[in-house]
C-alpha cells in the first residue's frame, strides 16, 4: 500500500514562527502536493512538485515556500507564521497510471494553528 | 484559483437512504475523480471516471462523466453509518509545465442518521 505520512498530527506555532512541516512518501512517487483545507472552501493547492529541485505554484502560494531535496521528501515552509494561516495541511503524492490519470495518495493531514 | 461548484455542501440523511451529489464546471476536464475524507484522515479515491459519458460503479457507489466534461455526479446507494464523511469531486487538468494537478469541488459533508 502507499504510505504518505507527515511528521506531525497536530502543530501549534506562535505569530512570526517559521514552520517545518514534513512529508514522506514510500512509493517512488514523482509527484508531490501540498493543500490548505478550510471549511467551506475545500482543498486549495499551494505548491506542488513533479521532479526533485523541481517546484510549481498553485493557487495559494504566497506566504509559504517549498523544498524538493530527495524524491521521497517535500517540505512545506512558512517563513513567518501568521494567524490566517492556521489550517490542516494536506500532503499528497502521485504517479502517472494507466488510463492516463494521476491517483493522488493523501497523507492524513497536520493541524496547524497560529497563536 | 479555480475551484469546482459542488453541490450540495452538506446533507443530513436516514440510514438506508440514497444520496447524489454533483460537481460542475466552467472548464472541460480530462478526468473527474471522486474522493471521500473520513473525520480525521486524508482523503481516500473512491471514483476515477477517464471518458465523457462514462458510468461507473463500484459496490453502492455510482459515479458518471458528463457528456460535455463539464461535471460529474457520484449517487450513494442504500447509506450506511460508515457513509458519513465529507466528498470531494475533482477535475485533473494539465499544467503548463506538463505536469497534472487536480482542481477540488467545496465538499459535501454527509451526516447519516442511524
Known amino acids: 500500500d502507499v504510505k504518505v505520512t507527515q511528521s506531525s498530527r497536530y502543530l501549534v506555532k506562535r505569530t512570526g514562527e517559521k514552520v517545518f512541516l514534513e512529508c514522506v512518501q514510500d512509493?517512488?512517487?514523482?509527484?508531490m502536493f501540498w493543500y490548505r483545507q478550510d471549511p467551506g472552501l475545500g482543498l486549495r493547492l499551494i505548491y506542488f512538485?513533479?521532479?526533485?529541485?523541481?517546484?510549481e505554484k498553485g493557487d495559494i502560494p504566497e506566504g509559504y515556500s517549498v523544498s524538493r531535496e530527495k524524491k521521497e521528501r517535500f517540505s512545506l515552509i512558512l517563513e513567518s507564521a501568521s494567524t490566517n494561516q492556521t489550517s490542516m495541511y494536506l500532503c499528497?503524492?502521485?504517479?502517472?497510471?494507466?488510463?492516463?490519470?494521476?491517483?493522488?495518495?493523501f497523507g492524513p493531514g497536520t493541524r496547524l494553528t497560529v497563536l | 484559483g479555480q475551484q469546482l461548484n459542488q453541490s450540495p455542501q452538506s446533507m443530513f440523511i436516514q440510514e438506508g437512504e440514497d444520496v447524489s451529489m454533483n460537481c460542475t464546471s466552467s472548464?472541460?476536464?480530462?478526468?473527474w475523480l471522486w474522493y471521500k475524507q473520513d473525520p480525521g484522515e486524508g482523503p481516500v479515491l473512491l471514483i476515477a471516471?477517464?471518458?465523457?459519458?462514462e458510468l461507473t460503479s463500484n459496490g453502492r457507489l455510482t459515479a458518471q462523466f458528463g457528456i460535455t466534461r463539464k461535471d460529474s455526479f457520484l449517487n450513494i446507494s442504500a447509506s450506511i453509518p460508515s457513509d458519513v464523511g465529507i466528498y470531494f469531486c475533482?477535475?485533473?487538468?494539465?499544467?503548463?509545465?506538463?505536469?497534472?494537478?487536480?482542481?477540488f469541488g467545496k465538499g459535501m459533508k454527509l451526516t447519516v442518521n442511524p
Open positions: 512509493m517512488d512517487h514523482e509527484n
Open positions: 475533482a477535475g485533473q487538468q494539465a499544467t503548463q509545465g506538463g505536469s497534472e494537478k487536480l482542481v
Open positions: 499528497a503524492s502521485s504517479c502517472l497510471l494507466a488510463g492516463g490519470y494521476n491517483e493522488q495518495f
Open positions: 472548464s472541460i476536464f480530462n478526468t
Open positions: 471516471l477517464y471518458k465523457a459519458g
Open positions: 512538485s513533479y521532479d526533485v529541485k523541481m517546484k
